[in-house]
């Protein structure tokens, strides 16, 4: 899902399972380690809504994140295939690509994706940061990794293994994008 309309479908879904589940803006702020401002921003629909918090509801809520994505369940539970260009594209950040890998089995203990991430200027870095766990696995092109003030240089081969508390932010190098598999827990 690209642009506005990923926002506009998956926040009437974040409504909806919050009221399904009999928790107010507060009850799941405190739950998730949010403000409430945050949980009220996402689900209005006019604002990029981070996987991993879409992960994070979907934890609380007892729910399958594909069904917050896709509004539809995910049934597969022995595996689940997905050839190339196949994943589900998924609005996670504007300006990087997000294919997730693993959108219909169903009680995933980790999300992985595919991402292809910019070139672009230090001052255009976008932080990040949530819980759990990341794996970043690079496919293509150089990456740098910034974790908190510490920069990491991957080439294709490379990998990094972090706590996502960690404000982390990434780029392509040399003008070119990056392609890495990241696997988030």
């Known amino acids: 899902m690209h642009g506005n309309k990923a926002y506009t479908e998956i926040a009437p879904r974040l409504v909806g399972l919050r009221e399904a589940v009999d928790m107010t803006v507060d009850q799941l702020a405190e739950k998730i380690g ?4 945050t949980v009220a921003l996402y689900e209005e629909g006019e604002t990029e809504i981070p996987v991993s918090y879409l992960k994070d509801v979907a934890t609380v809520c007892g729910v399958d994140l594909s069904s917050l994505i896709t509004g539809q369940e995910g049934h597969l539970h022995d595996y689940t ?78 990998s990094i293994y972090f706590d996502s508390r960690i404000p982390h932010a990434l780029r392509g190098l040399d003008g070119e994008s990056a392609t890495f598999l990241d696997v988030i827990s």
């Open 81 to 158: 295939l997905v050839r190339k260009g196949e994943g589900l594209s998924v609005e996670r950040r504007v300006d990087y690509d997000y294919f997730n890998l693993a959108a219909r089995f169903t009680n995933k203990m980790m999300e992985p994706f595919l991402v292809t991430v910019p070139a672009k200027d230090l001052n255009e870095l976008t932080w990040n940061e949530h819980n759990g766990q990341e794996f970043i696995y690079l496919l293509e092109g150089k990456l740098e990794v910034w974790l908190d003030q510490k920069r990491h240089k991957l080439e294709a081969g490379d």
């Open 34 to 37: 949010v403000k409430p401002e």
